[in-house]
């Protein structure tokens, strides 16, 4: 089974700001994604195939990397991206997610 | 619009067995794989089964291989996962979730979730 360990688990980022959430993957995957869920709410797909946007996420959002190192990133912080997102592998089967990162809003 | 919606949740004794349903709409069910994934309270997001298109392949993690069961039924555009010999541990929202992958998403769409508690 291939562990996916996100870091960090929680974070706070003001309005503006750059926010970035990296996940490591204990053996290589080919891909990365990535799935935003708020509070109560089911959770929503928000990049897939490392780089791509779901359809309706702004393009403040982007993804990248490689092998076992993925990263997560927002150019610029705003108030409705305070959210749990999960970075997700289906390289290998099982399924597998990372345990999350928590964004509040500062 | 594509719309999950799940039931069957509630409070239920360890050793118990339990149903869940979750009727599809706004695609052609029968085209797509299906899959239950769940999240204790608080925690992440662990993948419990998935069926292929016609139901004869399911697949399950060591966690629930044995226990749980899934099956749809594609002409009432439904799924369903029977929970069996539940463990305190099996507490969590249950989510179905459709098939993205040739669109490049493995779960491109979610239920709401419903609510399975395993306690005494």
């Known amino acids: 089974e291939i562990v996916l360990t996100q870091s960090p688990t929680t974070m706070a980022a003001s309005p503006g700001e750059k926010v970035t959430i990296t996940c490591r993957a204990s053996?290589?995957?080919?891909?990365m994604y990535w799935y935003q869920q708020k509070s109560g709410a089911s959770p929503k797909p928000w990049i897939y195939e490392t780089s791509k946007l779901a359809s309706g996420v702004p393009d403040r959002f982007s993804g990248s990397g490689s092998g076992t190192s993925y990263s997560f990133t927002i150019s610029s912080m705003e108030t409705e991206d305070a959210a749990t997102y999960y970075c997700?592998?289906?390289?290998?089967?099982?399924?597998?997610f990372g345990g999350g990162t928590k964004l509040e809003l500062k | 619009e594509v719309q999950l919606v799940e039931t069957g949740g509630g409070l239920v004794q360890p050793g118990r067995s339990l149903k869940l349903s979750c009727v599809a709409s706004?695609?052609?069910?029968?085209?797509?794989?299906m899959y239950w994934i769940r999240q204790a309270p608080g925690k992440g997001l662990e993948w419990v089964s998935s069926i292929n298109t016609d139901g004869g392949s399911t697949y399950y993690p060591d966690s629930v291989k044995g226990r749980f069961t899934i099956s749809r039924d594609n002409a009432e555009n439904t799924v369903y996962l029977q929970m069996n010999s539940l463990r305190s541990e099996d507490t969590a929202t249950y989510y179905c979730?459709?098939?993205?992958?040739?669109?490049?998403?493995?779960?491109?769409?979610w239920g709401q979730g419903v609510m399975v508690t395993v306690s005494s």
């Open positions: 053996s290589s995957v080919s891909y």
């Open positions: 979730a459709k098939d993205g992958s040739t669109e490049g998403i493995p779960f491109d769409y």
């Open positions: 997700h592998q289906w390289s290998s089967t099982p399924p597998t």
């Open positions: 706004g695609f052609t069910f029968s085209s797509y794989w």
